[in-house]
């Protein structure tokens, strides 16, 4: 079933099929399953030219007009397809669908499972050609009643599939129209439900303010440190931060954790990247194999590091130490049309949720988010320009290393993708229209963290891209947030001034990963240790000014 192909003319060759071959084929529609043993179908073999010629001709004609109901760009990608092999193949099965002229049992209520009966036949001829190395391509852009004319078919029969049938150069390692990226393949979480269909509704996330009441206290303990006031700088205000966060004087890191969200982006195959779209699940599995700087970060500082498949553009095989948490097989490019449907910005930012949720039962209480997806800093550009009213032409930087041309394309790209869809009203349609999964998922694992009252550690351009839609969702996620470093990435920095906080680093990184947050989990560290450890002026009977 899976090495089963639809075959195009440009793969067929002219050799005849065995007889033999051909009866199999043909035994093996006969012996489909059909509602009531009803048996419903006819075959017309045609090999003379003149009928092929007759059938191709219609199809030309239909394929001419199937160019219209695409948009130019789609239209011109379609017009370069060959879709069928009418001539090519040595031999065309015409698959007729004859309506039973009584009763059938099991045809009462439902008439139209004589029809499906038919496709059962198509499906088994397929398979069992397959299996003799013969290949078949479904032609079905084609004017029924012009085919049934030509063949003299009866009035009621009905044209189910035209199949060119014949031995071929060779069989694709995947369906034709998924290498060329016209769709993606579908995974189980799209299209399985258990029970019944369910509306897949927004997490509300109940996230309190962090306390108040300890923050005099807290003050007090750092302004009485065996130091000048404010001498230890952004430390102090961590500590503050922190025993807020935690509502304690005497706070503490435990278990700290790094998750890195992967995902593809359709907007990569507008050429916005200087590297392709493969990179992603490469990544990952470097990342699987403890060999990018994210690993080499997190064992330094005794870190634990979680990888995500939000929508990468590959099927991973089993076994693997990753969390499949995939939404689909990567976004659909936002040039064209939404990067992913309302109902998949919900799923990303519930399954990001339920992600720092387990994590959170293991005990951690400070977590970073990282990412990895080609394409992302053009999603992230998007959303820092529509959220923080800045141009977007002075949100768009280098990414993973553009030159000046390719980031003057990028940058025209997202303007035009500005422009087709504009500034949706809701923070979600936003989300659904210029995000990615990744970010949609880290997202939700933001607020969720926030919720559980964990300490958050912001990464880079990307991470704080994420971070401003779940800040428009619920401004008091910021009261959990630590922002790590600042990315060298142009608009980072931006970012941070609209948000009104202050990065820990500047160490002119912008890898992404996570590895800002995983470089800056030690000076948090050094926050909570003076603060806990360090003498006051009491303790260790030194004078203050005083």
Known sequence: MLHRRDVRGNRFLPDAIDEAIIEKILMAGLNAPSVGFSQPWEFVLVKDKAIKEQVCNSFNEENESAKGL???????????????????SPLNIAVMYKPAQSTVLGQTTMKEVGLYSVVCAVQNMWLMARAYNVGIGWVSILNPDKVKQILNAPADNRLVAYLCVGYVKEFLEKPELELLQWEKRKIPQEIIHREKYNQE?????????????????????????????????????????????????SPELRSPHIVVFAADHGIAKEGVSAYPQEVTFQMVLNFLNGGAAINVFCKQNNIKIKIVDAGVNYSFPPGMDLINAKIGMGTKSFLKEPAMSIEEAHKAINSGAA??????????????????????????????????????????????????????????????????????????????TYGGFEIAQMCGAMLQAAENRMIIMLDGFISTAAFLVAHQMNPLVLDYAIFCHQSEENGHGKMLQYLGVKPLLNLDMRLGEGTGAAVAYPVIKSAVNFLNQMASFESAGVSNKD
């Open 70 to 88: 695409f948009d130019s760009e789609k239209s011109k990608e379609y017009a370069k397809m060959k879709l069928e092999g009418i001539l090519e």
């Open 201 to 249: 509704s927004l997490k509300q996330f109940n996230i309190k303010p962090a306390s108040k009441n300890i923050e005099a206290d807290l003050k007090h303990k750092i302004d009485f440190k065996t130091k000048p006031l404010g001498a230890l700088g952004q430390l102090e205000q961590t500590a503050m931060k922190t025993g807020r966060i935690q509502n304690t004087l």
């Open 355 to 432: 992600i720092v949720n387990k994590i959170a039962e293991e005990g951690c209480n400070i977590i970073g988010f990282g990412e990895m997806g080609i394409g992302n800093t053009s999603s992230a550009s998007v959303l820092m320009s529509l959220l923080c009213n800045i141009p977007v032409k002075d949100c768009v930087g280098k990414g993973t290393g553009v030159t000046p041309e390719a980031l003057k394309k990028k940058t025209e790209i997202l303007s035009a993708s500005i422009g087709k869809h504009g500034k949706p009203g809701s923070i979600i349609e936003i989300l659904a």
